[in-house]
């Protein structure tokens, strides 16, 4: 049977030959960045311990960064995807959802569509219950800026318009 000691020995020793220090000073990732620091100051002989609260995490974090390091390298301590919430909207009704905002903004007769109208049609339609806030969100997931043209007057009529461009006095 090892010994403890041989065992932490022979962890330490697959730190060798990498320079995490200089790693974490090119790294973009806040996290793996925390990682590698770790990581080098185990390989600058510091125990666990003083090491876990000096970046304030667990001894089971650092010692899962340390096993990952081990089975994966350097690739090991990147950031894993994470899945957070499902959508309300599923992805898969997007599509439909953008054509339903288009055509009650075309069906308007003056005016633009305002965020409420379109939290409207989301739970009316698609039996998705969101903040006014996440609306605009929504919008922009599905591609859809909220930056309009001026709105027309319902009344307006753009041949009468037109001739009063031609036929003013300009100054």
């Not at 989301?122 to 006014?132: H, N, V």
């Not at 919008?139 to 309009?148: D, F, T």
Request: hydrophobic share 35%; net charge positive.
């Amino acid at each position: 049977m090892r010994s403890k000691m041989s065992k932490k020995h022979d962890e330490l020793s697959t730190l060798t030959g990498v320079d995490f220090f200089q790693l974490a000073t090119k790294e973009p990732h806040p996290r793996v960045r925390i990682r590698l620091l770790a990581l080098g100051h185990l390989q600058a002989k510091k125990e666990k311990m003083e090491v876990a609260n000096m970046f304030q995490v667990s001894l089971t974090s650092l010692r899962k960064w340390l096993l990952r390091f081990m089975k994966n390298g350097v690739a090991g301590l990147q950031e894993g995807k994470r899945h957070g919430r499902k959508k309300i909207l599923p992805r898969e009704k997007e599509e439909e959802f953008r054509q339903q905002v288009e055509a009650l903004q075309d069906t308007r007769k003056g005016g633009r569509i305002r965020g409420q109208d379109v939290q409207i049609l989301l739970k009316e339609k698609f039996c998705a219950d969101y903040a006014l806030p996440s609306v605009y969100d929504v919008l922009a997931r599905c591609g859809l800026s909220w930056i309009s043209s001026r709105s027309k007057h319902p009344k307006s009529d753009p041949v009468i318009q037109e001739e009063f461009k031609k036929n003013s006095k300009k100054k």
